[in-house]
């Protein structure tokens, strides 16, 4: 990333963020509530639209629709708030939609939500959402994605699921860019940076 500067309407949410993240890396992302931090994800996934500087994943940009396609594949995302959908989208469903049904559901299992699978996900609790979400991330890492985005993903977690949720996480063969609060899983990663009003700086 260089020179990122992500705006909502008039307000800058991100100012000039400079980052460069090696293959295979893992970096936590904390930083204090309203921070930029769920903006600056949300941009390297292309789902917001107002950046201005540069954002290359494996040397690539997503400008032209080819380019935004592959970089949807080559992201794995796990959603801060992941919506349950309005229409009855199955557990399982969800987990088909990573490309590597068979890796999403054995995860599925190993996160615990493996029974879960004919249940809609609107029925499902918050806890067990994020977790289906983070199967599904595992599912499409095995189908081909080299980046891991997630933005809290243990938030929702009881202690057990997080530790869990961070030893899945950490472990997997990907890069790895994770919003966190939690402590115990930036310890994991190989680096924290810290976001405040919009600017990073690296703490560890
Ligand atoms: N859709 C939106 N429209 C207008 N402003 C927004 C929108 N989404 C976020 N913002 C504002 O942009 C700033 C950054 O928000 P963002 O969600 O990126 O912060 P964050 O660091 O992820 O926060 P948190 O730790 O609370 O999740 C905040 O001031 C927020 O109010």
């Known amino acids: 990333m260089h020179g990122v500067v992500c705006r909502h309407g008039r307000l800058e949410a991100v100012s000039g963020v400079d980052l460069d993240v090696a293959a295979g890396e893992r970096i936590a992302l904390t930083g204090t509530n309203g ?10 996934l ?3 639209r107002q ?5 290359l994943v494996g040397r690539r940009g997503a400008r032209s629709a080819a380019e935004w396609a592959w970089r949807r594949r080559a992201c794995a995302w796990i959603p801060q708030r992941p919506a349950a959908g309005r ?3 199955l557990a399982r469903e969800l987990l088909a939609s ?3 049904p068979d890796e ?5 299992v190993r996160l615990g939500v493996g029974a879960l699978g004919d249940r809609p996900l ?7 959402l994020q977790r289906m979400h983070l199967a599904r991330a595992v599912g499409c890492v095995a189908a081909g994605a080299g980046v ?3 933005d809290e993903p243990t938030a929702a977690l009881d202690f057990a699921g997080q530790e869990e949720a961070a030893e899945v996480l950490t472990t997997l063969p990907v890069t790895v860019l994770v919003v966190t609060h939690d402590r115990a899983m930036a310890a994991r990663c190989d680096r924290t940076l810290e976001m405040a009003a919009g600017r990073l700086r690296e703490v560890r």
């Open 35 to 44: 921070s930029g931090k769920t903006t600056l994800l949300r941009a390297v």
């Open 46 to 48: 292309g789902l917001h």
């Open 51 to 55: 950046v201005d500087g540069e954002i």
């Open 87 to 89: 229409f009855p989208l």
């Open 98 to 100: 990573s490309g590597a």
């Open 104 to 108: 999403a559901a054995a995860a599925a």
């Open 122 to 128: 609107s029925s499902l609790s918050g806890g067990q």
């Open 148 to 150: 891991l985005l997630a």
